[in-house]
């Protein structure tokens, strides 16, 4: 056989075997770019499935340890916990958050004890603790920026007491990133690192947490007058420099796959950490096509990490963190 073509470059060579493929390779995804959120629930039973993501449950405090012990082993540096708050707890504004004896001060007290090489990671927010389901105080139906930032502040200090090593702020409220650093630092906190939800979209990716944490049915409308419109990137751009200016350590895009060109453009533009939170939507898209047969769940989920590396995230929040980090120590 002749070569007909001539081809002086053919790029199929470097692929011709594992080996050469395994040298070639250009990113990697390991244990190490993983951060694991998780839902707590306050319940005699160690766990209570979420329905509207399959393999994920609510985890009681003793077994959320347990659970962060065994994601530990398995090399994931930290976890984000998310609280299922009891309906009777929520209030307009929010007053649950600010108590340091909620389920979540009190599971991140036990899991700082019985865990303290894996990091937490708290959201500041109050949608878990409002009747309505907003991120922030309402007056009528629009939400307060500047009283939700003062209430944020206190949830952080709170969380910042309890032993969260990381403060979150996914609310999207302006200038909570400032405030939170300031009154951490006022406070004693100044290693409490802050990870920005900076470029944090209205998305119709977030149902299944909302099932999770128990917020679809009370959310009273929308969030688009807080959360970014899907249209816009370079209002990301925007939100990035103001979280870094205020004082993010760490910035995050959100949701991941639909939005991996913000990702690449906040990475190139400010080269600080930045992270890609793979949402609920996105788990359960894959483990839905997946339990159907449609399509190998395990290599959709590889293939879906890896392009975060790839478009220059340098960890990923994802539901898949204890699977994966088990099937890339298996693998060694
Ligand atoms: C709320 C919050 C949301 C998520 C993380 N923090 C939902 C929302 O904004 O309504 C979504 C995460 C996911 O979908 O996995 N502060």
Request: glycine share 8%; proline share 5%; with cysteine.
């Amino acid at each position: 056989m002749t070569d007909s073509l001539g081809l002086t470059r053919r790029m199929r060579r470097n692929r011709k075997a594992e080996w050469s493929r395994r040298l070639v390779r250009e990113n990697r995804l390991t244990s190490d770019d993983l951060i694991w959120p998780i839902f707590l629930i306050d319940s005699a039973e160690a766990v209570s499935p979420v329905a509207w993501m399959p393999g994920v449950d609510r985890l009681n405090i003793d077994e959320a340890v347990r659970q962060a012990e065994a994601a530990a082993r398995l090399g994931v540096p930290a976890i984000a916990p998310f609280p299922y708050v009891d309906r009777a707890l929520r209030d307009e504004t929010g007053s649950e958050a600010l108590n340091s004896r909620n389920l979540m001060c009190r599971a991140v007290r036990a899991i700082k004890a019985a865990v303290p090489e894996i990091g937490i990671i708290c959201d500041a927010a109050l949608d878990p603790y409002t009747s309505h389901g907003h991120d922030g105080v309402m007056d009528g139906e629009r939400i307060l920026n500047d009283a939700s930032v003062g209430i944020l502040v206190r949830q952080a200090l709170a969380l910042a007491e309890a032993g969260a090593d990381v403060i979150a702020p996914s609310d999207m409220m302006d200038g909570r990133v400032g405030a939170i650093r300031a009154a951490l630092d006022a406070s004693g906190h100044e290693d409490v690192q802050i990870m920005a939800y900076s470029a944090k979209y209205a998305s119709a990716f977030y149902g299944p947490f909302r099932d999770a944490i128990g917020t679809n049915a009370t959310l009273i409308g929308d969030k688009r007058t807080y959360q970014m419109d899907p249209a816009n990137s370079d209002e990301a751009i925007a939100e990035v420099a103001l979280d870094l200016e205020e004082g993010a350590d760490m910035v995050m895009v959100k949701p991941g796959l639909p939005y991996l060109d913000v990702i690449a453009r906040v990475k190139d533009t400010f080269s600080v950490p930045t992270f890609a939170y793979q949402v609920s939507g996105e788990y359960a898209m894959i483990m839905a096509a997946a339990n159907n047969g449609w399509l190998d769940g395990d290599k959709a989920m590889l293939e879906s990490l890896l392009a975060f590396k790839r478009a220059g995230a340098d960890g990923v929040l994802t539901y898949f963190a204890p699977r994966v980090a088990k099937m890339l120590k298996e693998r060694g």
